[in-house]
């Protein structure tokens, strides 16, 4: 008789075990899946509100490499430019490229390649276009002589990727193709962005976004293995 009732009470207490804490369940996976999904909107909208503002963050970025090239256009005579027969106005353009490259932290060097001279003018050294095209801007995809037909018939922004300058690796190169207020073609302006450079300023501008992506993607492992574990 003892043993029956201890069997008796083990049940009532299993029953009443079984009736408190499966609606307790029950109750804590609706709202923890509706936390979970509401956590996971804010995250979505934060994550895409970021990606927003470094696209306008690159576009400023591009829009002012093509502003600076037009400002070049405009205060430089290129197709009258001598850089042997005017050497005060050699100096004066590179000091003003030297201005436009302090100004852009993304910018290493930029370069002016006109039509109508032998050299080419940087904001840090200058020299004949044979030179820089064989030896100081180099790239893999093109040879130096593809690489000088591409500058001298460039008609809109292009990009070269895998570029070495002055011996270093790690290089895109931004060109842009300068014309006169006639529409007439006058040569290109190159920029030299190090790959550093453009991963720091990526890092800065996604970093959060790396964040709360860790944060969606440990949430939505976790609530897959206790649907796999239920089951």
């Known amino acids: ?25 029950a109750i804590n996976g609706l709202f923890s899946q509706r936390f979970i999904r509401a956590y996971r909107d804010e995250i979505n909208s934060k994550v ?5 503002q470094l696209a306008a963050a ?26 042997l027969d005017e050497p005060l106005a050699s100096r004066e353009a590179i000091a003003r490229l030297s201005a436009y490259r302090i100004t852009n932290p ?17 904001s840090s ?12 801007l180099r790239c893999r995809d093109c040879t130096p002589e593809e690489l000088r037909v591409r500058l001298e018939t460039l008609e809109t922004p ?12 790690g290089y895109l190169c931004m060109m842009y193709p300068i014309r006169t207020d006639y529409q007439t073609p006058a040569g290109a302006c190159l920029f030299l962005l190090p790959k550093a450079s453009l991963s720091r300023f990526l890092d800065e501008k996604m970093g959060f976004c790396f964040v709360l992506f860790s944060a969606t993607y440990q949430c939505a492992r976790r609530r897959r293995h206790a649907a796999v574990q239920q089951r």
Request: net charge negative.
């Open 1 to 25: 008789m003892p043993k029956m009732k201890s069997r008796l009470f083990v049940s009532y207490i299993v029953s009443y075990l079984l009736v408190l804490l499966l609606p307790l369940a």
């Open 48 to 52: 895409r509100a970021d990606m927003t």
């Open 58 to 83: 690159m576009d400023r970025e591009l829009e002012t490499m093509s502003q600076t090239s037009s400002e070049i256009c405009l205060t430089m005579d290129l197709l009258s430019f001598r850089f």
């Open 106 to 122: 993304l910018i290493e060097e930029v370069v002016l390649y006109p039509l109508q001279d032998d050299f080419a003018v940087a």
């Open 125 to 136: 050294t200058s020299c004949r276009k044979d030179l820089l095209l064989s030896r100081i």
């Open 158 to 169: 292009a990009v070269l990727q895998q570029v070495n300058w002055k011996g270093e690796t």
